[in-house]
């Protein structure tokens, strides 16, 4: 073998070939691809933001690539497109990494993965879109493909979100959707002040600024891992979205109640709950996946959490001594994730119309079984992190139309710019600050 191989872009396009080709979760496949003793620890944000990047842009690089390639994208090799895609992302969205490189990474790794002619095949594609760089970017992309080119978007959610909102929403969505997410915390007051925990912070070299949403809210400025920082492991904070943080603020638990959080891992709100009430008794926490239950915990002990009761349980199946046993509820429900595109992209690829239909359906089961745990006077906060409206308000509307004693409560308090009117709240992504988060409050009548 003439070439070196560069091991972090083999190893990245070997994650998006799992990843796109045989339908590996993105999260576990680069996970493991992380781990590998080969990469050293300087090269795994690399391998990271090739994934991630290419997942994100990926409407927006098979453009380029189709709109330079002899053969058509549907035909060229599963191996050799991922190869492609990452020369063209590397070329477009990575300032620091110059074109020469991108271009003979790619290459070489076409003599490895591909038979034939294929390097020749690869240098040319990318050389002619190197050559026409200037004019590729000048392109202006109009109407649906500003979407579905411009914001990698799959043409079936853009239909599926414009006849839910206004252009301008959807377009501002998708734009927002694409760009990188703020790494927010929640104080731990349980242990902490937010003053202290900003000097703790700085003494380890983090530089904060202030939450935009919550008092109780930081914005850290830190992009590496921190999980191994002394505040940390000593559970000053939890990384939490702060419209996330909200649903638990709206809920308002009280010591002394008792408090369901029914689909709950990895326990970013339950922890939250838990540090309301001070760890007093009271506080359930369910899912429906052993695994996750572990997160739970785990975050749990980390925050000095020593009174939440994790269980497993399915909320879909109804639990006759459940039955008007709980002064409040949360159901956090699974969901599209649509509010999340900027942290999880491949949100985006994964998901399908059958999906999100068969999840409103779940949504509102849970729903139903939620309110009958209810006691009278109950308060059940729903909230999902999508935009959806099917999801969102029509689960609800849904659960109000089938139950009499059931009242959807006004929203007294709350920043205007995120009611989408005095019933709920919904939160879009937006540069800097918050994720995109839906919340509802419901209450049982005596
Ligand atoms: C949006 S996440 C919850 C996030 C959590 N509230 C937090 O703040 O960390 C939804 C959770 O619902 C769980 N889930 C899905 N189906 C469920 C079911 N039938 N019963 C209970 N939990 C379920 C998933 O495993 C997932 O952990």
């Not at 073998?1 to 990245?12: C, F, N, S, V, W």
């Not at 540090?275 to 009271?282: P, Q, S, V, Y």
């Not at 409206?389 to 920043?415: C, F, M, T, W, Y």
Request: proline share 4%; charged share 30%; with cysteine.
């Amino acid at each position: 073998m003439g070439y070196k191989i560069d091991y972090p872009r083999e190893l990245a396009v070997k994650t998006l070939y799992e990843i796109n080709h045989n339908k590996a979760f993105v999260n576990i496949a680069l996970k493991k691809s992380l781990k590998d003793p080969k990469l050293s620890s300087i090269d795994k944000p690399f391998v990271n933001t090739l994934v991630y990047g290419v997942i994100k842009h990926m409407s927006y690089c098979d453009w380029v690539i189709s709109n330079h390639s002899k053969i058509k994208l549907k035909k060229i090799a599963p191996m050799l497109l991922e190869i492609l895609r990452i020369g063209v992302y590397q070329v477009f969205f990575l300032d620091k990494v110059p074109h020469f490189a991108a271009v003979n990474e790619s290459v070489n790794l076409s003599k490895k993965y591909s038979k034939g002619k294929s390097d020749k095949f690869v240098n040319g594609v990318l050389r002619s879109i190197l050559r026409n760089k200037e004019e590729i970017l000048q392109h202006r992309f109009e109407g649906d493909e500003k979407l579905t080119i411009q914001y990698s978007a799959p043409i079936w959610l853009v239909k599926m979100l414009k006849e839910q909102y206004p252009i301008e929403v959807v377009e501002i969505f998708f734009e927002e959707s694409m760009k990188n997410a703020p790494i927010t915390a929640r104080v731990n007051r349980l242990k902490t002040t937010k003053e202290e925990l900003k000097k703790s912070l700085a003494t380890e070299g983090i530089g904060v600024e202030d939450g935009k949403l919550r008092d109780y809210s930081i914005i850290i400025n830190q992009f590496s891992d921190i999980s191994k920082n002394p505040s940390y492991q000593e559970g000053l904070f939890i990384i939490q979205d702060e419209a996330a943080m909200m649903t638990v603020d709206l809920l308002d638990p009280k010591p002394g109640e008792k408090i369901l959080d029914m689909c709950s891992a990895p326990g970013g709100k339950t922890t939250h709950i838990g540090e309301m009430i001070k760890d007093t008794h009271g506080l359930t926490a369910r899912d429906i996946y052993d695994h996750k239950l572990k997160l739970i915990d785990e975050n749990c002990k980390r925050l000095g959490l020593k009174n939440v009761q994790i269980e497993l349980k399915d909320g879909l199946k109804f639990y006759p001594e459940d039955e008007e046993k709980y002064d409040k509820i949360l159901l956090d429900a699974p969901c599209s994730g649509l509010g999340i595109l900027r942290r999880k992209p491949d949100i985006k690829w994964n998901l399908s119309e059958e999906g999100i239909k068969a999840i409103i359906q779940i949504q509102k089961s849970l729903i139903k079984n939620a309110f009958d745990y209810l006691k009278p006077g109950g308060i059940l906060v729903y909230s999902t992190c999508t935009i959806n409206r099917q999801e969102n308000e029509e689960v609800v509307h849904d659960l109000i139309e089938n139950n009499k004693s059931a009242s959807l409560l006004s929203l007294k308090g709350i920043d205007e710019s995120i009611l989408l009117n005095k019933h709920f709240v919904q939160t879009f992504p937006k540069e800097g600050q918050w994720d995109g988060f839906f919340m509802s409050k419901i209450q049982k009548r005596t």
